[in-house]
């Protein structure tokens, strides 16, 4: 067994395919399927079941993954803390981000950083609020940037960056000319939202609540997956929704959405620079760290 059958191994898994894990590593099929048939005799059991066009893991291959994954980020970090000790910034950083700072904040900062250290590798790993604590405390991924505070003995956060959410509308519908809604009339509108574990749902939900608001008073016409999701429903009429004003910018200035405010209620949420509460963070974790909390002025402004 070594480290590169096992990085092999566990993009098999996420990708559920070994194409497209060759794909992804730059390799070929037969090269990919000769690795995993040796980490398979070398374990001695059968690792990965092949279902229809899918590739999922065994009992087996499930604990091995769970292992596979500390080892990589493991050797991983042992790497950019020698490369850091020599005074070269290097390495490999596994960064997680919840939906709006992943997929609106986050890849443009990474891209900053690397423009500064050029010899770093940068994994961004997209999930919801929930999912991305879990990622953090099982050791999956090293530090994040989600949108809500999380509740577990296990991580730690710092306040980050501000964000603005606004009541989201067609640009078709009769509240479009209006500059704000009341809850009340809120209330009696089909209304979109994220699924359970999305930051951008629980700060609704608490936002809502420090107005006297159930959110379950909300007439909910949809629960959708992500961002995009709930952003293309409004847009098609589904039904009205609260989003970040970043994730909504292009159908705002193309004007297909228009922003709204909600009286009586803050929309203001924060997010938060999270990581595990009793593991050393590598020296290049720390160092991106303290890049995003020199990037946090601009951004809060």
Not at 24 to 29: T, V
Request: aromatic share 4%.
């Amino acid at each position: 067994m070594d480290f590169w059958q096992l990085t092999i191994f566990i993009r098999v898994v996420e990708h559920k395919s070994f194409s497209k894990a060759a794909a992804a590593i730059h390799l070929s099929q037969p090269t990919v399927s000769s690795h995993i048939k040796d980490l398979e005799e070398h374990c001695g059991v059968k690792l990965l079941d092949r279902l229809g066009k899918e590739v999922r893991p065994t009992k087996a291959g499930e604990l091995l993954l769970a292992y596979a994954k500390r080892l990589v980020a493991l050797r991983e970090e042992t790497e950019t803390a020698l490369s850091q000790f020599k005074g070269i910034t290097r390495g490999t950083l596994t960064l997680g981000g919840s939906t709006i700072p992943g997929g609106y904040i986050l890849p443009s900062l990474v891209g900053d950083f690397l423009k500064e250290h050029p010899k770093v590798r940068i994994s961004l790993i997209i999930k919801d609020t929930q999912e991305m604590a879990l990622a953090i405390a099982s050791g999956e991924v090293e530090l994040a940037v989600i949108g809500a505070s999380v509740a577990h003995s296990e991580i730690a956060q710092n306040p980050l960056f501000a964000d603005e959410m606004r009541l989201v509308v067609p640009a078709s519908h009769p509240w479009a000319k209006q500059k704000s809604i009341s809850i009340e009339m809120l209330k009696n509108e089909p209304f979109v939202t994220r699924e359970e574990g999305s930051g951008t749902l629980k700060s609704i939900s608490e936002s809502l609540a420090q107005a006297g608001c159930d959110l379950n008073q909300l007439h909910i016409s949809a629960r959708m997956g992500n961002t995009v999701s709930v952003c293309e429903a409004v847009r098609c009429g589904v039904g009205v929704s609260i989003l970040s004003a970043r994730a909504v910018e292009r159908e705002l200035r193309q004007k297909e959405l228009v922003a709204l405010r909600l009286d009586g209620v803050n929309l203001t949420r924060t997010f938060f620079l999270t990581h595990h509460k009793k593991r050393s963070l590598s020296p290049l974790a720390l160092a991106f760290s303290q890049f995003l909390t020199q990037s946090a002025g601009p951004l809060m402004s």
